[in-house]
């Protein structure tokens, strides 16, 4: 009942305009406010954004200078105790007592000897006696590595904060270790991150530290110190990824925060700066209220005032619809004539002119008929007309010479007689509906003559009325039977060229000159992502080709000539990456509308096995060092560059024969993979090892001069001494006499530098073996 009277109340026009007014100004404040309020929104965002941002790396910036202040006064403090280890054992407890500015940043101090074995603790504490910590990761980095390490976060001994080790490699007078200087400190104290728990955001915003590992270090709720990271929150997954920025996510409490997340540079830490949206946005809700108040004011006030003025303003146009009716009726004989506003002057202009018009439109009625006899004879295509039944009641010369019959064979039958039966009930089903729903039917159907021969025509049928009632149809018939032929062939070589390239393994890409897909078979669309067919879509829009060390666009391809075989990295969007063959056909390249065919094969097997045959090339098979032939690559090449600093080392090893004569030869395999893996680990990155044949092996340290080269030699010849190989009861071990060189200024060829280092190792076996000697014509040697 509410609806009827809301629809009645607006069937007037006075009613819609009132509707029309109201919604223009209600749009109108709306639309201002929903503008400025995100306006504002955006630069609140932003505000809060970059204060979250500043506040996070302030925090970082804070942590890191403290972890790095902390990491340097252990530094400092380790290099101060070289000493030989008696004396670091003998005075460890004073040695400690002397570190204040260390014991003023450190909790803790700790000074165990080089086997891990406790030798003094600050505070003393009874209960270390005889604590050995040589299992601890911390301990094994700083020995391992010989530098001061950061230890992960760990769980002090009463089980209830965050501590960190950080430890130092103490040395004697020769660089020997002879113990470490160990410093802990609670990551949760006043001069450390204490106070971060207590730092506040605005009411409720706060700051977090955690690892990278999933532990939290500062958070204001002292419950989760020490606690795993929550792994659902998407901010904290992205910071334990090792990112940096700032996004929305959900707390614990489930409030939506704006969270920044920075990496810290001294350990693997981040820090999360959190900020609750709805206080980020209090003003803009406030706004909200603001407005609602203000659109209501508008309505109560408009609403009365528009209705008065639209009904003084409508009142001539109910005069102009009493005269119409009058007209109509008979009753009035001249025209309509009323006062009002210009558009309601025009209405009663045009009602008058309609009314000229449609008696003088009777008078030519039946001329227009016969006009349209004339006209439909001599189309070229066929036309019938038939009556509300259906029958047919005029067809024109070209319609009888479709059917092959006189129009007087064709007169008063139904049209759905000459429609091939396989079409007859879709045809005529929905050729009634259209009809019904005022529509024009089209449709493409085969009619049957009555010779039995088959005519594809394109039929469109259109409904006659007059007066609100039906007088029937009028069709139009074209015949495309040559026209359905020529497709029916097309189709049939395109279905087998599609066919063809389904099965296809390579991916085939036709496009335009503007790079748009006209075409992809199934391999194609898997290289470039998709799960379906891209057709449509711009193929250098998310696909890169790298090829010849640079990337290929859309208009390198255009510039060049046909390619075949060029091998290239292509890059989907999905950033899947495929070593490919590219093959480019430009078959119309003269063509305006010119079209591009490229063809991806999978190269990835092919160049895999490339890699394979050319490391087989460069590396020993047993050890899987390089070989004589890699060795000779780079020396000459930085004998020819003159690359210095640059030392070549020469490892002969004693004693190897009787290994192999009396363990056989597969321990004297086993030995050398041990040897090489020593070798290895023995050595920086940048440098090469080579085993050059037999029991011979060469070093080449790039970069490095003879000081910290006969550091390494000499490390290496201790390496390959304490090296064993137990075969059932007996245990085999060789030495090896190793000769050390520098690349000269006058060095021409590798010869030049390979025999000076022969000369020394040769020198080395004559002094007794096992020694390192350093250019033999100073027959500098190190004894072991």
């Known amino acids: 009942m509410l609806w009827k009277q809301i629809a009645h109340w607006l069937d007037s026009v006075r009613h819609q305009a009132v509707g029309v007014m109201v919604f223009v100004v209600v749009f109108t404040v709306l ?52 000493m030989s280890s008696e004396a670091l054992e003998g005075r460890a407890q004073l040695l400690l007592k002397r570190q ?95 106070r971060i728990n207590e730092l506040t955001l605005g009411r409720t915003g706060y700051v977090t530290v955690g690892t990278r590992s999933g ?132 209405v009663a202009t045009t009602f008058n002119d309609v009314m000229a018009e449609r008696e003088e439109a009777a008078w030519h009625l039946e001329e227009r008929e016969a006009f349209f006899r004339s006209l439909s004879e001599r189309a070229p295509t066929g036309i019938a007309q038939a009556d509300v039944e259906g029958h047919l009641a005029y067809t024109n010369g070209a319609f009888q010479a479709i059917l092959g019959l006189p129009a007087e064979e064709i007169r008063g039958y139904p049209m759905s007689r000459w429609i091939d039966s396989r079409d007859r009930p879709e045809v005529v089903d929905e050729w009634r509906r259209a009809v019904a729903s005022g529509n024009v039917y089209y449709g493409r159907l085969r009619l049957v003559r009555d010779d039995g021969q088959v005519v594809w025509v394109e039929a469109m049928t259109s409904g006659v009325e007059a007066h609100d009632r039906q007088l029937g149809t009028v069709t139009v018939v074209r015949d495309i039977t040559h026209e359905h ?99 480019l056909i430009r078959p119309d390249r003269s063509d305006e509308d010119e079209l591009l065919v490229f063809v991806i094969r ?62 056989g030869h597969l321990v004297g395999d086993h030995l050398l993979k041990r040897l090489a893996e020593a070798l290895q680990n023995g050595v920086r990155q940048s440098d090469l090892v080579a085993r050059l044949g037999g029991d011979e092996f060469a070093v080449i340290l790039t970069g490095c001069d003879m000081e910290r080269a006969s550091v390494i030699a000499e490390n290496l010849r201790g390496a390959i001494a304490n090296l064993a190989v137990a075969d059932g009861s007996r245990t085999y071990r060789v030495t090896a006499s190793i000769g050390l060189t520098a690349l000269g200024e006058d060095d021409h060829a590798i010869r030049d530098v390979v025999n000076r280092a022969d000369e020394a190792a040769y020198e080395a076996k004559r002094l007794g073996r096992n020694r390192v000697v350093i250019d033999p014509d100073e027959i500098v040697v190190q004894e072991p």
């Open 31 to 82: 639309t201002a406010t929903v503008v400025g309020t995100i306006t504002a929104r955006d630069e609140l965002a932003s505000q809060a954004r970059d204060g979250a941002r500043t506040m996070a790396g302030m925090v970082a910036n804070r942590i890191d200078g403290l972890l790095d202040e902390r990491y340097r006064a252990v530094t400092r403090a380790a290099d101060g105790l070289t």
């Open 100 to 194: 204040q500015v260390l014991s003023e940043l450190m909790d803790n101090l700790y000074l165990v000897d080089e086997r891990g074995d406790l030798l003094a603790a600050l505070p003393e504490d009874a209960r270390l006696a005889g604590v050995s910590i040589d299992d601890r990761e911390y301990f094994q980095r700083a020995t391992g590595q010989m530098t001061t390490v950061i230890s992960q976060p760990m769980v002090s001994r009463n089980g209830q904060t965050p501590v960190v080790v950080i430890a130092a490699p103490v040395f004697d007078h020769v660089r020997r270790l002879t113990g470490v200087l160990l410093g802990s400190f609670d990551l949760t104290g006043n001069n450390f991150t204490g």
């Open 215 to 346: 532990t939290m270090l500062a958070h204001p709720n002292p419950q989760h110190i020490n606690q795993p990271v929550p792994g659902t929150n998407p901010a904290i997954q992205s910071a334990l990824a090792g990112e940096e920025g700032v996004r929305r996510a959900n707390n614990r409490d489930g409030q939506t925060v704006l969270v920044a997340y920075r990496q810290l540079n001294e350990a693997p830490w981040f820090v999360t700066v959190a900020i609750p949206i709805r206080e980020a946005y209090a003003p803009v809700y406030r706004l909200y209220w603001t407005v609602f108040w203000v659109v209501l004011v508008t309505v109560v006030v408009i609403v009365p005032l528009t209705l008065r003025v639209f009904s003084r303003l409508l009142r001539p146009l109910e005069d102009l619809a009493g005269q119409i009716v009058e007209r109509h009726a008979g009753r009035r004989t001249e025209p309509v004539r009323v006062g009002g506003g210009l558009e309601i002057r025009r």
């Open 485 to 583: 032929q020529l497709e029916q062939r097309l189709r049939a070589e395109r279905n087998r060229a599609e066919s063809t390239l389904r099965v296809m393994q390579e991916g085939v890409l036709l496009t335009d000159a503007s790079g748009v897909i006209r075409s992809a078979n199934p391999p194609a669309a898997r290289f470039l992502g998709l799960n379906e067919p891209p057709e449509g879509t711009v193929l250098f829009e998310g696909v890169r080709i790298t090829a010849d060390d640079r990337s290929w666009t859309l208009e390198d391809f255009l510039t060049s000539p046909a390619l075949n075989s060029l091998d290239a990295i292509l890059e989907n969007a999905r950033k899947e990456r495929f070593e490919v063959e590219l093959t």
């Open 602 to 663: 999978d190269d990835r097997e092919r160049r895999r096995e490339e890699e394979r045959l050319s490391w087989q090339a460069t590396h020993d098979s047993l050890t899987r060092l390089a070989n004589r032939r890699a060795f000779n690559d780079v020396l000459t090449r930085l004998v020819a560059e003159n690359v210095r600093p640059t030392a070549l080392m020469l490892i002969d090893l004693d004693h190897f024969k009787p290994v192999n004569d009396t363990g």
